[in-house]
């Protein structure tokens, strides 16, 4: 699956830095390569946090794994992400 805009969502921010949620059934490995964002680079800006939350479909109902991806370059046309920090839960009940 590509970069889908619909998918990505301001949380919070708008004049300064802005942190997004973006659901997707990529992989972090994936959406951490440069360019995967360029779809958005308009609306990206260098320091951006990105919470990306992977889902196992495209009905986004069943959660696969969440990280953080901080935007550390964009050009204009091209948009680069830190690699994520993962985010880690236990549910013991």
Do not use: P
């Amino acid at each position: 699956m590509a970069f889908e805009a619909k998918n990505l969502e301001l949380l919070a921010g708008g004049s300064g830095l802005c942190i997004w949620g973006y659901k997707t059934t990529d992989a972090a490995a994936d959406v951490d390569t440069a360019g995967y964002f360029n779809g958005a680079a308009n609306r990206l800006k260098v320091g951006d946090l990105i919470v990306r939350t992977t889902f196992t479909t495209t009905a986004f109902t069943t959660l696969s794994s969440q990280g953080f991806h901080t935007v550390s370059a964009n050009d204009g046309s091209t948009v680069d992400v830190n690699d994520t920090l993962a985010v880690t839960a236990t549910d013991t009940d």
